[in-house]
């Protein structure tokens, strides 16, 4: 176990989500757009529209300096993100997946070195050379899309791997092609969005505005139908029982993500039916709005499929907390939960210091309210606000609220809740030795008053 | 940290091949991902420095410079992912450590990097704003510095736990950096930005020296630019290089093969300095390319001799054979390596002519064998995800 770091100001998983829906929304953008724009530069060259190649150089442009580029590097900020907040799901993936990765930085390579060609090259290279040019990002960019599709499905949808541990089996899950046909599918209609945005960039009176707004409607219509078809219809049912028992679960998935969801893909289907009916109507300030409100959809979107598999980060396999728990796993790895509840988490971990301690040694000697705030980082920090340290705006699932609310304000009736823990379908048990137990409940005690001063003065409420 | 515990921290999968190719790689890509990264670094400051002069040959080559500067950011952020891939496998103890300790500069890195990266396109397109310049050079070498740190943790072991807990008492914040060691951050940043800066200005000199429309004179300035960045690299280096081994190098006990490389790649540069010529630029680049990946062994040297300490050894990672996972990566490897050879080809046969122009019907009949390649990519993934499901029934 490494050290915890629980976020600063904001939670740690906060901003892991924050940059990963950023990165869902530019990566998703800048694959389709790809086809989009392929598809535009064709018809240029095969219906004789010339002008429709000021709608491709700003396009490029644009995708040049921010899809491509913020885009990619989101992407690389989820890993930076997550390997601070919760570093063993991370490498539990590296270890899996590293030469799938590896592979997609080929793609990542040709996106990134090829959008720059492709941009420099307008008008300096042959209309088929530089056409062939669009084709080959847009292939290379559905390559990342296909294999980052196998590792994001893994972590719901393990599979086969949980008994083999083969990666080609955690990677061709049994969510893969769902999510792979959906994600494929929803991001024309973002790419459309985008595509509002650039063309609405463009002069009014602009042949290619005219052109291209009523185009990105159609796709983007056809793209969200077919996306959002094929989620409803075969990715949710191909989830296991357990994230189909989430779903029904407003205190895992609150009722405000299901709205989201719903605003973002309304939103998008008003916009691109109007780019579509009325182009004329349409300019960039209404596709920056349905961008945005796209983007809270794909918030929602995003964290409700990461929610489907609490309580572990890796399904079956290894919980939020990053403690293993699976009784069978892959490759000879044991569950360390058993051997944590009987040798204790402090004796064992080097990280798990508390004052009195020295690394890993012996427990005696402990401040043991130090000692409890150790074992509630390290148990309860991947979820939910643990301290003062990420409460701005009230934290992420704040335990001492949480507590309160339960009316759980004292050491022996937290106690009491931390043994009943393992009852919910979204927390698995506490992990240590019944002692350990004891310091995480004077600990949370202490939490608890912090946050609401006024029970010290109650000297407990109830 | 105790020796068990160290060893306790890696990931229980372990790897899906022998270390060997992994550490291989990891110092193979990290060369390609340090040259573009310093070469940014070079160009942007050079490009500001050039702003500043009125001189036609300096506006020019401040243009020029800041577009390399452009472009590198790009290719040394995509050139990154591959070792930052390859060090979590067979270190990750140590890297994941680095990156929780410090866990409000590990995430801010992207978004320091994305600011500055945006920031010197604006400069770029813009041409003049060289305020928005100077932002964005702060904060690349601010995302260099978090690197350096997250990098340079690693080769204290025993420091880590007081690190991370002073006096036992955890600091979940993440809030202070620890590692750094200001020769080492130095030497390797702005000693070799001065070197891949004269690599690439060479090379630039080389590739327009045929275009008609390009003054001599101003390939010619750029030719003794060159040179300087060359000399000035070499020294930096050296001497950052040498206080870097008396300090760092002393810690982790290897003052004498530090000493040993600066030296070597100092001399040999700045001997070269003097002989540069832009017909010469790419055997200046090969030359310069061999020093980087020394330069990249000796930096894992020193994570292994420093973590060996505590018996700890990369090529000792327990691994697996994941053939799927090999097989999947090589058949990547095989249909991308020609498509980036094709697009390097057009983009260098574009810019032969003034107007543009296209690249030779081989090279063409190459782009057709690329596109191909990619699509055969594609069949060979669903091919391989349908035998994988109907394994599984």
């Given at each position: 176990m490494y050290p915890v770091w629980e976020g600063f100001l904001i939670h740690s998983a906060m901003v892991v989500g924050i940059i990963a829906v950023a990165h869902v929304l530019f990566s998703h953008v800048t694959v389709a757009a790809t086809w989009f724009n392929w598809w535009v530069e064709r018809k240029a060259l095969v219906e004789n529209k010339p002008y429709l190649q000021d709608y491709l150089k700003a396009s490029a442009l644009r995708l040049l300096m921010l899809a491509y580029t913020l885009g990619a590097m989101f992407g690389v900020g989820i890993w930076f993100s997550v390997t601070a907040s919760n570093p063993r799901s991370i490498s539990t993936l590296i270890h899996n997946f590293v030469f799938y990765w590896a592979a997609e930085w080929f793609w990542f390579i040709i996106d990134v070195f090829g959008i720059a060609v492709y941009y420099y090259t307008f008008g300096r290279v042959s209309p088929k050379t530089h056409a062939r040019i669009g084709l080959i990002l847009a292939l290379a960019a559905s390559g990342t899309l296909a294999i980052i599709v196998g590792i994001l499905g893994f972590k719901l949808t393990p599979g086969a791997w949980l008994e083999t541990g083969l990666s080609l089996d955690g990677f061709y899950n049994p969510s893969f092609w769902p999510m792979l046909l959906a994600r494929f599918a929803l991001m024309f209609a973002l790419t459309a969005l985008?595509?509002?945005?650039?063309?609405?960039?463009?002069?009014?009176?602009?042949?290619?505005?005219?052109?291209?707004?009523?185009?990105?409607?159609?796709?983007?219509?056809?793209?969200?139908?077919?996306?959002?078809?094929?989620?409803?219809?075969?990715?949710?049912?191909?989830?296991?029982?357990?994230?189909?028992?989430?779903?029904?679960?407003?205190?895992?998935?609150?009722?405000?993500?299901?709205?989201?969801?719903?605003?973002?893909?309304?939103?998008?289907?008003?916009?691109?039916?109007?780019?579509?009916?009325?182009?004329?109507?349409?300019?960039?300030?209404?596709?920056?709005?349905?961008?945005?409100?796209?983007?809270?959809?794909?918030?929602?979107?995003?964290?409700?499929?990461?929610?489907?598999?609490?309580?572990?980060?890796?399904?079956?396999?290894?919980?939020?907390?990053?403690?293993?728990?699976?009784?069978?796993?892959?490759?000879?790895?044991?569950?360390?939960?058993?051997?944590?509840?009987?040798?204790?988490?402090?004796?064992?971990?080097?990280?798990?210091?508390?004052?009195?301690?020295?690394?890993?040694?012996?427990?005696?000697?402990?401040?043991?309210?130090?000692?409890?705030?150790?074992?509630?980082?390290?148990?309860?920090?991947?979820?939910?606000?643990?301290?003062?340290?990420?409460?701005?705006?009230?934290?992420?699932?704040?335990?001492?609220?949480?507590?309160?609310?339960?009316?759980?304000?004292?050491?022996?009736?937290?106690?009491?809740?931390?043994?009943?823990?393992?009852?919910?379908?979204?927390?698995?048990?506490?992990?240590?030795?019944?002692?350990?137990?004891?310091?995480?409940?004077?600990?949370?005690?202490?939490?608890?008053?912090?946050?609401?001063?006024?029970?010290?003065?109650?000297?407990?409420?109830? | 940290m105790t020796p068990e515990a160290l060893l306790s921290m890696r990931d229980p999968l372990g790897a899906?091949?022998?270390?060997?190719?992994?550490?291989?790689?990891?110092?193979?890509?990290?060369?390609?991902?340090?040259?573009?990264?310093?070469?940014?670094?070079?160009?942007?400051?050079?490009?500001?420095?050039?702003?500043?002069?009125?001189?036609?040959?300096?506006?020019?080559?401040?243009?020029?410079?800041?577009?390399?500067?452009?472009?590198?950011?790009?290719?040394?952020?995509?050139?990154?992912?591959?070792?930052?891939?390859?060090?979590?496998?067979?270190?990750?103890?140590?890297?994941?450590?680095?990156?929780?300790?410090?866990?409000?500069?590990?995430?801010?890195?992207?978004?320091?990097?994305?600011?500055?990266?945006?920031?010197?396109?604006?400069?770029?397109?813009?041409?003049?704003?060289?305020?928005?310049?100077?932002v964005s050079l702060a904060l690349l070498l601010l995302a260099g510095w978090i690197m350096h740190n997250l990098a340079s943790y690693g080769l204290y072991p025993s420091r880590w736990v007081e690190w991370y807990a002073p006096g036992g008492v955890a600091d979940t914040r993440g809030l202070a950096f620890h590692g750094s060691n200001l020769p080492r951050f130095g030497a390797l940043l702005f000693g070799q930005a001065a070197l891949s800066l004269g690599v690439m200005l060479l090379l630039f000199a080389w590739y327009f020296r045929r275009r008609e429309d390009v003054p001599r004179d101003f390939l010619a300035f750029v030719e003794g630019q060159a040179k300087g960045a060359l000399r000035l690299g070499a020294l930096l280096f050296g001497l950052l290089g040498a206080l870097w081994a008396l300090t760092q190098g002393a810690e982790v006990g290897l003052t004498l093969p530090i000493l040993l490389v600066v030296a070597a790649v100092a001399l040999v540069f700045y001997g070269h300095s003097a002989r540069a010529r832009m017909e010469g630029a790419l055997g200046t680049l090969g030359l310069y390319l061999l020093a980087l990946l020394v330069v990249g062994v000796l930096r894992e040297g020193m994570r292994a001799s420093a973590l060996g300490r505590l018996g700890y050894s990369a090529m000792g990672y327990p691994y697996v054979w994941d053939w799927g996972s090999i097989l999947f990566f090589v058949a990547t490897g095989i249909a991308a390596v020609p498509v980036i050879v094709y697009l390097a080809q057009v983009l260098y046969a574009s810019g032969q002519k003034p107007q543009g122009a296209d690249p030779s019907a081989g090279v063409e009949r190459f782009g057709d064998l690329g596109v191909r390649l990619l699509v055969g990519w594609f069949l060979f993934y669903f091919a391989l995800g349908l035998f994988v499901v109907v394994r599984n029934l």
């Open positions: 985008y595509a509002l945005v650039v063309a609405g960039s463009l002069p009014k009176d602009h042949p290619a505005r005219q052109e291209v707004m009523p185009l990105a409607g159609k796709v983007g219509l056809v793209g969200l139908a077919l996306g959002v078809a094929l989620v409803v219809f075969w990715y949710v049912p191909s989830l296991h029982e357990h994230a189909k028992t989430m779903l029904r679960l407003p205190q895992a998935i609150q009722p405000v993500f299901y709205i989201k969801m719903a605003v973002g893909v309304i939103a998008t289907g008003l916009v691109l039916l109007l780019a579509l009916l009325a182009p004329r109507r349409v300019g960039a300030p209404l596709g920056y709005l349905a961008l945005a409100l796209a983007f809270l959809g794909l918030f929602g979107a995003e964290r409700t499929r990461e929610v489907l598999r609490k309580p572990d980060v890796i399904y079956g396999y290894m919980a939020s907390n990053q403690i293993i728990y699976a009784e069978k796993a892959p490759r000879g790895v044991k569950a360390e939960a058993p051997r944590l509840n009987e040798e204790g988490i402090l004796g064992r971990m080097p990280f798990a210091v508390a004052p009195g301690a020295k690394g890993a040694g012996p427990t005696a000697g402990l401040d043991p309210v130090e000692a409890g705030r150790a074992l509630v980082a390290l148990q309860c920090s991947s979820c939910h606000t643990v301290s003062k340290n990420t409460a701005f705006l009230g934290g992420l699932r704040p335990l001492p609220a949480l507590l309160k609310r339960r009316g759980m304000t004292t050491a022996p009736a937290i106690r009491a809740y931390l043994e009943a823990i393992g009852g919910f379908p979204y927390m698995h048990p506490t992990v240590g030795t019944p002692e350990e137990r004891e310091y995480m409940a004077l600990y949370l005690e202490r939490m608890v008053k912090e946050f609401f001063p006024e029970l010290k003065a109650e000297g407990g409420a109830q | 899906p091949i022998h270390p060997l190719p992994l550490q291989i790689l990891l110092v193979v890509t990290y060369v390609l991902h340090i040259l573009f990264v310093t070469t940014a670094i070079g160009g942007l400051t050079l490009g500001l420095y050039g702003l500043r002069r009125s001189e036609e040959n300096w506006r020019r080559l401040a243009q020029v410079s800041i577009r390399l500067a452009v472009q590198s950011t790009g290719l040394g952020i995509t050139m990154g992912i591959a070792p930052l891939l390859f060090v979590q496998v067979i270190y990750d103890p140590a890297w994941y450590s680095a990156t929780t300790t410090m866990g409000l500069w590990t995430t801010l890195f992207i978004p320091v990097v994305a600011i500055g990266y945006f920031l010197l396109y604006v400069l770029y397109l813009r041409g003049n704003l060289a305020g928005v310049g100077y």
